[in-house]
């Protein structure tokens, strides 16, 4: 009982002069952990070493995470704005961490079946609400900023993956598991169950300043000097509230599904297969690169989609999230085809085209929440956010899929070098084409689907 | 400034991991350009 009020929304709002700054590092705290998800391949040889798995296999609890990460977030999305973000940050401590400690069990009793529900299953659902809980209470906050607010704890996500992977992998290293290079030779007796087990617990501790920490502002609260009139200086930036249950019957929400689809599925082909194909690429030219530098390049793209997250969602803010987006899905395009016209001629080229991608690819994430609010207001913006994020779970499918079926096909019919991918950058071309498309057809919204004011 | 002990402890709290992710990182970035 008491631990329910203690989560109650009514125990959260913000005393007189509480500071905005403290709600970021609130936010921070839930999405740095549950960023994780990104390095989960560093635990994937491993486990195929000590559980004897395939590729497919150990892929398998990362699969799932992302695709419950969409659903969760879209049929708990309008719970999680009833009952407020420190309810929200709770529960998804207790799913993430139960999940870890699930396929800590897992590991150790080497039944993949409960690593694969623990981790993608139980904690998927964690990653979900995580992911939308801090959204409409930082965009309440920073209503003259919503595009920074949003980036700053969306490129938490991607930053959370920079913290995993060597966190990880030195703990994998030190609890038992020997590498030669970057292949496992052998894995010490409950190695893998030890590091989920200590995953499990620290990240409980470092999610837990979130929910001490979150707050809400007060119902009258704005900031200092700033008037919701002088904000609205663009068509699409509304003033009216609507439900998540009509935004999903405006054509503007589906046209930002298409395009968030899109965009991410441009993007995670890329990233996805960014160390073979610059390997490929330049396989046989005079500068052909080695395994580590590949993964170097690995390295600068994930800080390039991280970076992209907080630079151009602050852009937006200045730029209107409509010219913004069409920077993104026209840009990427633009530099796919450079890509495809390039090839393998100038190693510089390819990079900067490879770390633009990214950048866009990032920043579509960071700044969707601040377009649904310009045209959905901030009444259950958290929960639209949650329902689009399905774009997600199908991007996420859609882009390696693609880019790895075309790769195998065109290598099975005897091409070689960039040849393999250039049917891939075309694909990518028309897709963002479409998004390009889906984003010019965004209008305001039709004022019946608004709230009537109480 | 109000809250500042708060301030400078929830910012190091997410900013210290944070920093050590980057690290590690820019190290990893350099072996593009070795």
Not at chain 1, 148 to 165: D, E, H, K
Request: hydrophobic residues 50%; glycine residues 12%.
């Amino acid at each position: 009982m008491h631990v329910m009020s203690f989560l109650e929304r009514s125990r959260i709002v913000a005393p007189h002069g509480w500071s905005r700054w403290l709600v970021p590092p609130a936010a921070l705290s839930i999405h740095l952990a549950i960023g994780q998800v990104y390095a989960w391949s560093v635990f994937k040889a491993p486990l195929e070493k000590d559980l004897g798995l395939s590729g497919s296999e150990s892929a398998l609890p990362f699969q799932l995470g992302v695709v419950m990460l969409g659903l969760s977030a879209a049929i708990i999305g309008t719970r999680v704005e009833k009952n407020g973000p420190r309810w929200a940050m709770f529960t998804s401590l207790v799913c993430f961490c139960t999940g870890l400690l699930v396929a800590a069990l897992g590991a150790m009793t080497k039944q993949y079946w409960l690593v694969v529900l623990g981790y993608g299953g139980i904690g998927g659902i964690g990653l979900g609400i995580g992911y939308i809980s801090p959204v409409s209470t930082l965009m309440k906050w920073f209503p003259d900023r919503p595009g920074l607010a949003t980036g700053i704890a969306i490129m938490g996500f991607g930053g959370g993956a920079l913290i995993a992977s060597p966190w990880s992998t030195s703990m994998l290293k030190a609890f038992g598991v020997i590498y030669d290079g970057t292949r496992v030779v052998s894995v010490g007796d409950n190695a893998i169950a030890e590091t989920f087990l200590v995953h499990g617990l620290v990240y409980a501790v470092f999610m837990a300043l979130g929910v001490l920490l979150v707050r809400v502002p007060g119902p009258d609260w704005k900031p200092a000097g700033w008037t919701p009139a002088a904000q609205q200086t663009r068509a699409l930036i509304s003033t009216a509230q609507v439900s998540a249950k009509n935004a999903v019957k405006t054509p503007q929400f589906w046209c930002l599904w298409i395009v968030l689809v899109c965009n991410v599925t441009a993007g995670i082909g890329i990233l996805e297969k960014a160390a073979p194909m610059i390997g490929d690429f330049f396989a046989g030219t005079s500068t052909p690169v080695a395994a580590v530098a590949a993964g170097g390049f690995v390295a600068l793209l994930s800080l390039s989609n991280m970076l992209g997250r907080i630079v151009w969602s602050t852009t937006s803010d200045l730029v209107g999230r409509k010219n913004i987006y069409r920077l993104y899905l026209a840009g990427g395009a633009l530099m796919y085809l450079t890509l495809s016209l390039v090839t393998n001629s100038s190693k510089p080229v390819f990079i900067a085209c490879a770390i633009v991608i990214l950048s866009f690819y990032g920043a579509g994430f960071a700044t969707i929440p601040a377009y649904l609010r310009d045209l959905f207001g901030t009444f259950q913006v958290g929960a639209i956010h949650g329902r689009l994020l399905t774009a997600w779970s199908i991007a996420g499918v859609l882009g390696p899929l693609i880019i790895n079926r075309v790769a195998d096909s065109q290598r099975a019919a005897g091409f070689k070098g960039p040849d393999l991918y250039t049917t891939s950058l075309h694909v990518m071309i028309g897709l963002l084409v479409i998004g390009f498309i889906a984003n010019e057809l965004v209008r305001p919204v039709n004022p019946r689907f608004h709230e009537v004011a109480k | 400034m109000k809250h500042a002990p708060l301030m400078i402890v929830s910012w190091a709290w997410v900013g210290a991991p944070f920093a050590y992710g980057v690290v590690q990182l820019v190290r990893k970035v350099a072996l593009l350009f070795t």
